[in-house]
């Protein structure tokens, strides 16, 4: 086995002797042909592919090399590249000049990553400029909230830019720009003028499109309609009309709002327009209206015997069984709908 190892060896130099041997005499018969060029470039060829089937034969014998446990050596590898570089159209300087340029010229992929780096510093500059604007827009929307509750500057704040500045406020502006409206009406009720102040602001955000529980902003406007001080009845009705229709809508199978209801309840009675609901809805928002028991006194209570009357002669029932079942309300209405399911399970 050894001695036909050192023969296959000397046979691979054997086939590598004549091939340099046959392309120095290609580069020899190249220089002294100077009259008969397409003698020159046939003979060139048919040596081309003498070189071909040599390196050929010795990439086929490397199997053969210790019953074919010899591998690829690093020379038989640059044989390789050898053997395609003259099998092809490039010439080996042309391969030399490619590379070398290829160290010189940004490649495609280092260009494409410098327009999207490009484009992405772009996205930033713009996305940090929006976001500039938009904080301008939700101070300036909140400092003309802030005059429109001024007991003192209200009357410098135009309406309609009121409405603007609020439309083009952001998500969390316009939540912030709620609570300090609904603050307001809260705790206006001895305060001249500031539960009209309100209605303006709820407005704008029902306009403002802003669609996280819209029915608090219809709400909100119900009751500050309601509980102004020379009240729209019909208007505040109307909107809490809505607010229940928007409810329903996002909890079809919870009890209703029994705050919504209990305003409702109010203007509807003092409301001269007449009632275009189902009888089963006019039900359940006198039973939603009396479900607490805080609710269902100030119903009750002697200076509102007109919205008694009102509920006795609209429902169809037996208005006796109309018992208070939660007895206190506090946070009740307030409360998400599974928190709601909680309470009315435990009520025996």
């Given amino acids: 086995m050894f001695n036909f190892a050192n023969s296959l060896l000397k046979a691979n130099q054997t086939i590598l002797l004549i091939g340099n ?35 050929s034969i010795y990439l086929v014998c ?69 976001i500039d604007e938009l904080d301008k827009a939700d101070a300036e929307a909140k400092s003309c909230v802030d005059l429109q509750l001024s007991e003192t500057s209200y009357k410098n704040v135009n309406l309609d830019d009121l409405s603007k500045k609020i439309g083009n406020a952001s998500s969390s502006a316009k939540e912030a720009i709620y609570k300090m409206a609904k603050d307001a009406r809260r705790n206006g ?26 029915c608090r902003f219809y709400a909100q406007l119900g009751y500050a309609l309601k509980d102004q001080e020379n009240p729209d009845w019909e208007e505040a009705k109307n909107n809490l009309d809505v607010a229940i229709s928007l409810w329903e809508q996002n909890h079809p199978n919870d009890t209703l709002p029994s705050v919504y209801c209990f305003n409702w309840l109010f203007c509807a009675a003092n409301s001269k327009d007449k009632l275009e609901l189902e009888q089963e809805e006019i039900n359940k928002r006198i039973e939603a209206a009396t479900i607490c028991e805080t609710l269902y006194a100030a119903i009750k209570d002697e200076k509102h015997k007109n919205i008694l009357d009102w509920m006795c002669k609209n429902y169809r029932g037996d208005i006796s069984k109309l018992t208070p079942k939660l007895n206190n309300l506090s946070g009740y209405c307030r409360k998400d709908s599974d928190e709601r399911k909680k309470l009315l399970s435990g009520i025996k």
Avoid: C, W
């Fill in 189 to 214: 009720h001895n305060k001249n003028g500031i539960i009209e102040r309100t209605i303006p602001i709820f407005q704008a955000l029902i306009d403002s499109k802003y669609k996280n529980a819209r």
């Fill in 62 to 130: 490397i199997p053969l090399g210790k019953v074919g446990q010899k591998r690829f050596t690093p020379v038989d590898m640059g044989i390789l590249v050898i053997l395609l570089i003259v099998n092809s159209d490039i010439k080996f300087k042309e391969v030399v000049e490619r590379i070398s340029s290829a160290k010189l010229t940004p490649t495609s992929v280092e260009v494409t990553l410098k327009e999207k780096v490009e484009q992405l510093s772009e996205k930033i500059d713009d996305q940090a400029k929006k």
């Fill in 21 to 55: 041997i046959l392309l120095m005499q290609l580069n020899n018969s190249s220089v002294a042909a100077t009259s008969d060029n397409e003698k020159n470039i046939s003979l060139a060829a048919v040596l081309k592919h003498i070189v071909v089937i040599l390196i």
